[in-house]
């Protein structure tokens, strides 16, 4: 062949063409074949992680729970405890119940929220975003399941609420003779030293062991705050009236509800509002948020039923007045087990938490004659106690708890007790403290005089009702 192309130089250069043209093909078809396996070989660029973006229906859920929350405090619980004081210190109550909830509110934004969750110091307190800054309509909040997010200024406005109700549930203990100044220098002492820390201990996660809240760190349950909110005014309240000492005439005359169609109305607040507080708390709009939904239903009713049925088996009628604080017990228990019980679990937590309720201020706070007003303590602390230690049972699976097979009774129980004791502990502690400041600044009771005379008058020169 190589012969007969150098003789014949046309064909010679028809063969080069061809030649050229056949290993032209031969790439390209050997290209073709190696592109997978080159694709294959060449290592695959990582996608840039996407950055959660809040869910509209958890955001909405979330802004209608705080709308609820901030229903508890005004009007709800104004209303409950006015209606429980004599008439002439009605105003005073809606007023003291207006005044530190709003002093609450304004301390959040300002640094209660940089001590609470504001970012990693220690585990008792955060330190940063004072004053809210660095947070803008962008900033976000993480939830319970991983990527779900809510905006921060919501979480902060939730948060909020739970803050000015709790320094609201402790006036309770305090009405008819505390004075208002002396309650606004204790809620700014109190919110700061007790209040923040125990949120920081119980609810924040931080970005190690040492900077993670020390009884969340524990592994401590506590859904929407027994400890946090409860057990905390409870004890805040027990400290302030054996502080304060007892009304004119307590345990010597009828010292009645002037209104208990008021306090009806404002116990129908509260459960309502609850829902925001206990569903909320799941932040997000789940599965999670209508357990403690149902259970704010189931434990509530039972409340109401077993406080009523302990009044008639020690001696006394059925009362309204009784059925409103069961339910109050009631809603109290639930709110630490709201997410980690079943709805018979509830009921459960209602029944017993009511019961020892109504014992305790039916029959041991008489003997022990202190003057914890509207029975602070004996609801919200007893029931809080009740509720908060009593989570490690009601998780287990037979009462319909969330509990795995790997679940812990005895260990959980434990973690629940020292939960307990460290709240009770911290917050006798700090209220003593906040007393005694607002007692050297401000003598702390009102005159026997005003007190005779009634708060409305005397404290605020006006009257709740004037006909």
Not at 180 to 208: C, K, R
Not at 247 to 276: C, D
Not at 279 to 307: D, P
Request: proline share 3%; charged share 10%.
């Amino acid at each position: 062949m190589a012969g007969l192309v150098a003789a014949h130089p046309a064909l010679a250069q028809e063969a080069v063409t061809a030649a050229a043209t056949a290993a032209d093909a031969a790439a390209t078809v050997a290209a073709e074949a190696a592109a997978p396996v080159a694709a294959a070989a060449a290592p695959v660029a990582e996608a840039a992680p996407a950055v959660p973006v809040p869910d509209k229906g958890d955001t909405a859920w979330m802004m209608v729970s705080t709308v609820l929350v901030m229903l508890m405090i005004v009007p709800g619980l104004a209303l409950f405890y006015g209606g429980l004081v004599r008439t002439k210190n009605m105003a005073s109550v809606l007023t003291q119940i207006l005044g530190v909830a709003s002093l609450a509110m304004v301390m959040w934004v300002i640094f209660g929220y940089g001590l609470s969750f504001g970012g990693d110091a220690n585990q008792f307190v955060s330190t940063g975003k004072f004053f809210l800054a660095g947070v803008n309509a962008d900033s976000t909040v993480a939830t319970f399941s991983d990527g779900v997010v809510i905006p921060e200024f919501v979480f902060i406005a939730f948060q909020m609420t739970f803050s000015a109700i709790t320094v609201a549930l402790v006036v309770g203990g305090l009405v008819e003779r505390m004075k208002f100044s002396a309650l606004m220098v204790f809620a700014i002492v109190w919110l700061t030293i007790v209040y923040y820390p125990i949120a920081h201990m119980v609810w924040y996660l931080g970005g190690d062991d040492a900077a993670t809240g020390l009884i969340f760190g524990w592994g401590a349950l506590d859904f929407a705050g027994g400890t946090v909110v409860h057990i905390n005014a409870g004890i805040s309240a027990l400290v302030g009236a054996l502080i304060l000492g007892k009304r004119i005439g307590y345990q010597k005359e009828l010292i009645a509800p002037h209104s208990l169609t008021m306090t009806l109305i404002g116990t129908g607040l509260l459960w309502v509002g609850w829902f925001g507080f206990n569903a909320g708390s799941a932040l997000e709009a789940n599965g999670s948020a209508g357990l403690a939904l149902i259970n704010t239903f189931t434990a509530t009713a039972a409340g109401v039923l077993f406080w009523m049925l302990t009044e008639k088996l020690l001696g006394h009628s059925g009362s309204l007045l009784g059925a409103c604080s069961g339910a109050i017990a009631g809603l109290v228990a639930i709110t630490p087990a709201a997410g980690n019980s079943g709805p018979f679990g509830g009921i459960l937590l209602g029944a017993i938490g009511a019961t020892a309720a109504c014992i305790f201020v039916m029959k041991v706070k008489p003997k022990l004659g202190f003057d914890d007003s509207l029975d602070v303590f004996g609801i919200h602390g007893v029931a809080g106690i009740i509720g908060s230690i009593g989570t490690a049972f009601t998780m287990l699976t037979v009462l319909g708890g969330p509990a795995g097979d790997d679940y812990a009774l005895w260990p959980q129980v434990w973690i629940q007790v020292k939960s307990v004791a460290v709240a009770i502990v911290w917050s006798a502690v700090g209220a003593a403290i906040a007393f005694y400041i607002a007692k050297a600044l401000t003598g702390l009771r009102v005159s026997e005089e005003v007190e005779r005379e009634g708060l409305d008058l005397g404290e605020h020169g006006e009257r709740a009702y004037n006909y």
